[in-house]
């Protein structure tokens, strides 16, 4: 049997995730006596200043933000030459496994957006960018894929880690496909961007939510650069027969080219994705269905009186 591996004063027990940018360990802080989530990043991002520059400051940024949807960050820095993030451990399931299991209802999706649209909100107000909101970043808790479909809190993950990108650093390592399938096409252009650019993404991400597809499913990098700068915002109606009308503007408008074309905020395109659900008929009740959440509406109270509805009878002798 394998020891778990030392790294300062972490036991990395198990890899619970990982991607272009590193690996997260369920790991034991020896130091404090409790078990956390440790991302460890990848051995060359040490090498870039500008990158150990930002990590350091972006990491303290998120490391004070409150927001319920934001996982508490404990600690943070550089052991043996790589830098991590020691963060609050959390049991769930990222939203990409669960869409891969469970279709979730209309109502489901747009809450678990507006849940994601707190957490930026907030970043946002202290100045903080994500640049990476794709569904692998979003944590659903939950014990099973399908018990977070229906009801998880979620969690949007990742802050202060994500690659510099733009530019001729469109190729450097840590852009993979799965962040270029929800980058604002600014980003990819090397233009000035801010905020607006996690709309864009969030947008991106609401039509996953909804239809189970990326709005652009290709394997292709470039392909995939050309289609976020140049094809129109897909339709989520074209996959998913039963949303609402309305929708497909929402995830268009959030999908914008042009950021001044966009909602503002992440709150406001949440705010968008709700009124088009309160505009619309409830659904039928599907017991069947975990991923399913009925809304109820209120049952009519009866108006005032507005007089007898028949003439009334003559009076009696």
Same mark, same amino acid.
């Given at each position: 049997?394998?020891?778990?591996?030392?790294?300062?004063?972490?036991?990395?027990?198990?890899?619970?995730?990982?991607?272009?940018?590193?690996?997260?360990?369920?790991?034991?802080?020896?130091?404090?006596?409790?078990?956390?989530?440790?991302?460890?990043?990848?051995?060359?991002?040490?090498?870039?200043?500008?990158?150990?520059?930002?990590?350091?400051?972006?990491?303290?940024?998120?490391?004070?933000?409150?927001?319920?949807?934001?996982?508490?960050?404990?600690?943070?820095?550089?052991?043996?030459?790589?830098?991590?993030?020691?963060?609050?451990?959390?049991?769930?399931?990222?939203?990409?496994?669960?869409?891969?299991?469970?279709?979730?209802?209309?109502?489901?999706?747009?809450?678990?957006?507006?849940?994601? $649209?707190?957490?930026?909100?907030?970043?946002?107000?202290?100045?903080?960018?994500?640049?990476?909101?794709?569904?692998?970043?979003?944590?659903?808790?939950?014990?099973?894929?399908?018990?977070?479909?229906?009801?998880?809190?979620?969690?949007?993950?990742?802050?202060?880690?994500?690659?510099?990108?733009?530019?001729?650093?469109?190729?450097?390592?840590?852009?993979?496909?799965?962040?270029?399938?929800?980058?604002?096409?600014?980003?990819?252009?090397?233009?000035?961007?801010?905020?607006?650019?996690?709309?864009?993404?969030?947008?991106?991400?609401?039509?996953?939510?909804?239809?189970?597809?990326?709005?652009?499913?290709?394997?292709?990098?470039?392909?995939?650069?050309? $289609?976020?700068?140049?094809?129109?915002?897909?339709? $989520?109606?074209?996959?998913?027969?039963?949303?609402?009308?309305?929708?497909?503007?929402?995830? =268009?408008?959030?999908?914008?080219?042009?950021?001044?074309?966009?909602?503002?905020?992440?709150?406001?395109?949440?705010?968008? $994705?709700?009124?088009?659900?309160?505009?619309?008929?409830?659904?039928?009740?599907?017991?069947?269905?975990?991923?399913?959440?009925?809304?109820?509406?209120?049952?009519?109270?009866?108006?005032? =009186?507005?007089?007898?509805?028949?003439?009334?009878?003559?009076?009696?002798?």
């Amino acid at each position: 049997m394998t020891e778990p591996e030392l790294f300062g004063p972490y036991r990395l027990d198990t890899v619970i995730g990982r991607g272009g940018m590193g690996e997260v360990f369920r790991a034991f802080d020896t130091r404090r006596n409790r078990v956390v989530a440790v991302k460890r990043m990848s051995k060359h991002l040490v090498t870039d200043p500008e990158y150990r520059k930002r990590f350091r400051r972006e990491s303290a940024l998120a490391a004070m933000l409150r927001e319920p949807h934001i996982i508490p960050i404990h600690d943070y820095g550089e052991i043996d030459g790589q830098l991590y993030i020691d963060m609050r451990l959390v049991e769930g399931t990222d939203l990409a496994g669960v869409l891969k299991r469970v279709q979730l209802s209309v109502e489901r999706a747009v809450d678990v957006v507006s849940q994601i $649209a707190d957490a930026l909100d907030a970043a946002h107000a202290e100045g903080l960018v994500h640049r990476d909101v794709k569904p692998s970043n979003a944590l659903l808790v939950g014990t099973s894929p399908e018990e977070a479909a229906s009801r998880g809190f979620v969690y949007l993950v990742d802050f202060g880690v994500a690659a510099t990108l733009g530019g001729t650093t469109l190729s450097r390592p840590g852009l993979a496909v799965g962040s270029a399938a929800y980058m604002a096409p600014e980003r990819m252009m090397g233009d000035d961007w801010d905020s607006r650019a996690d709309v864009y993404s969030l947008a991106c991400l609401l039509y996953e939510t909804l239809t189970g597809r990326r709005p652009y499913p290709s394997d292709d990098l470039l392909t995939l650069l050309q $289609a976020h700068m140049k094809a129109p915002p897909p339709r $989520a109606s074209d996959v998913r027969r039963d949303l609402p009308p309305g929708m497909d503007q929402v995830v =268009a408008t959030g999908m914008a080219k042009l950021p001044n074309a966009r909602f503002s905020s992440a709150g406001e395109l949440a705010d968008a $994705a709700r009124a088009v659900l309160e505009r619309a008929p409830a659904p039928p009740r599907n017991p069947d269905d975990v991923a399913t959440v009925v809304r109820r509406r209120p049952t009519p109270r009866p108006g005032p =009186a507005r007089g007898p509805a028949t003439p009334p009878a003559p009076a009696g002798p």
